[in-house]
Antibody, heavy 122, light 107 residues
Framework: EVQLLESGGGLVQPGGSLRLSCAGS????????MSWVRQAPGKGLEWVSG????????YYTAGVKGRFTISRDNSNNALYLELNSLTAEDTALYYC???????????????WGQGTLVIVSS | DIQMTQSPSSLSASVGDRVTITCRAS??????LAWLQQKPGKAPKSLIY???TLQSGVPSRFSGSGSWTEFTLTISSLQPEDFATYYC?????????FGGGTKVEIK
């Protein structure tokens, strides 16, 4: 069974940093592109960042470029999102999502984690 | 960026009703369109990809259609477990973008 489990969220002050993790299991992790998608309280879904299966290609939404860094450790089946220079607008539930097809850079998603909550507040 | 616009933003329907949700893309995306369902307090669930292909395990009462800029999600006979918020999402190009969501409520 494919599973994704996020961790690392928490309360952080404006300007602070966090590192989110997503542990994948039940599939060959390195074969699939992965993404981070966030949802602010009471709002819709917003794609944040994506990474190819090898980790060599990364994508970001404009609002986080230069502040967030996506990476992966395929030997440990782990996806990461480093969040820096956080503002209140980054407060959200952060989900990791798995691409549906092997090797595709821009696939639809087929599996989502349960999310990890990031709250940016003083 | 490709803008995705869903309508309506909310609707009220009864069990057994046929429900249709529309999604429009600001530019052509071929059939690179997915539909997702989200229930309160839960993670999104992927329903459809390729505009019309059901993900594994999704009931056949769900169907999708459309191409290029106009897409629809239809629930042929609404069931109690279908009351949720539905999102469209394009994966034609980065940044990936979602529609604003359609909340399906009980009448």
């Amino acid at each position: 069974e494919v599973q994704l489990l996020e961790s690392g969220g928490g309360l952080v002050q404006p300007g602070g940093s966090l590192r989110l993790s997503c542990a994948g299991s039940g599939f060959t992790f390195s074969n699939y592109a992965m993404s981070w998608v966030r949802q602010a309280p009471g709002k819709g879904l917003e794609w944040v960042s994506g990474i190819s299966g090898s980790g060599g290609i990364t994508y970001y939404t404009a609002g986080v470029k230069g502040r967030f860094t996506i990476s992966r450790d395929n030997s440990n089946n782990a996806l990461y999102l480093e969040l820096n220079s956080l503002t209140a607008e980054d407060t959200a539930l952060y989900y990791c999502a798995k691409g549906l097809w092997i090797g595709e850079l821009s696939p639809p998603f087929d599996c989502w984690g349960q999310g990890t909550l990031v709250i940016v507040s003083s | 960026d490709i803008q995705m616009t869903q309508s309506p933003s909310s609707l009220s329907a009864s069990v057994g009703d046929r429900v249709t949700i529309t999604c429009r893309a600001s530019q052509g995306i071929s059939n690179y369109l997915a539909w997702l369902q989200q229930k309160p307090g839960k993670a999104p669930k992927s329903l459809i990809y390729g505009a019309s292909t059901l993900q594994s395990g999704v009931p056949s009462r769900f169907s999708g259609s459309g191409s290029w800029t106009e897409f629809t999600l239809t629930i042929s006979s609404l069931q109690p477990e279908d009351f949720a918020t539905y999102y469209c999402q394009q994966y034609n190009d980065y940044p990936l973008t979602f529609g604003g969501g359609t909340k399906v409520e009980i009448k």
